[in-house]
């Protein structure tokens, strides 16, 4: 097995393969997920092992202008803490701005400000959340 991460944008990702990577990281999968969402995305970047297999991701979202959101990064638990995630981050960033966009926006819980601040660079700013489903 050639041991080189192969990165590519908007990448075709099967529904399967989504969901066998978010179960990968113990995260909660949810079949049909990925072929919803795909369709909304300014693209995604992916990266696949020597194999083909999908180790690593992340989508772009976008309101079609300045603005691109950083949206639902995983590597493979197998993978972690190899600098994968740094670089589908950067790559996402590379083609937010080529699309045209001026912010690329994300939010993240607490433990993660290493990863979010540290290496992928994003400072910190004050931004707004609201769980509508808790809504009346
Ligand atoms: C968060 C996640 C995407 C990081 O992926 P990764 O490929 O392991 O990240 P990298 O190897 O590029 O990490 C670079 C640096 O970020 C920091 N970092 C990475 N993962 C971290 C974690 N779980 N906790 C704290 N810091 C972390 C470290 O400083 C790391 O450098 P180091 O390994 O030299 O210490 C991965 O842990 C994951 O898929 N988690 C489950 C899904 C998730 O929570 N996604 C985030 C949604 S907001």
């Known amino acids: 097995m050639d041991n080189a991460v192969a990165y ?3 990448d075709r990702i099967t529904d399967d393969e989504m969901v ?3 179960e990968s990281h ?7 997920w990925w072929d919803r969402v795909s369709g909304h995305s300014l693209g995604w970047v992916s990266a696949r092992d020597g194999d083909g297999l999908l180790i690593g991701f992340v989508n772009v979202a976008w309101d079609g202008g ?5 949206i639902d990064t ?6 972690q803490r190899q ?16 699309a045209g966009c001026e ?25 707004g959340l609201i769980h509508l489903y808790s809504q009346d």
């Open 66 to 70: 300045d603005h691109a959101v950083l």
């Open 26 to 32: 113990g995260g909660r999968s949810e079949a049909g």
């Open 74 to 79: 995983k590597t493979r638990a197998s993978h």
């Open 103 to 127: 912010w690329l926006h994300v939010d993240f819980e607490t433990h993660l400000d290493r990863f979010y601040f540290g290496a992928c660079g994003f400072r910190p700013t004050d931004a």
């Open 83 to 98: 600098g994968i995630a740094t670089e589908v981050v950067r790559r996402a960033a590379l083609h937010a701005k080529t």
């Open 8 to 10: 590519a944008w908007r």
């Open 20 to 22: 066998d990577l978010v």
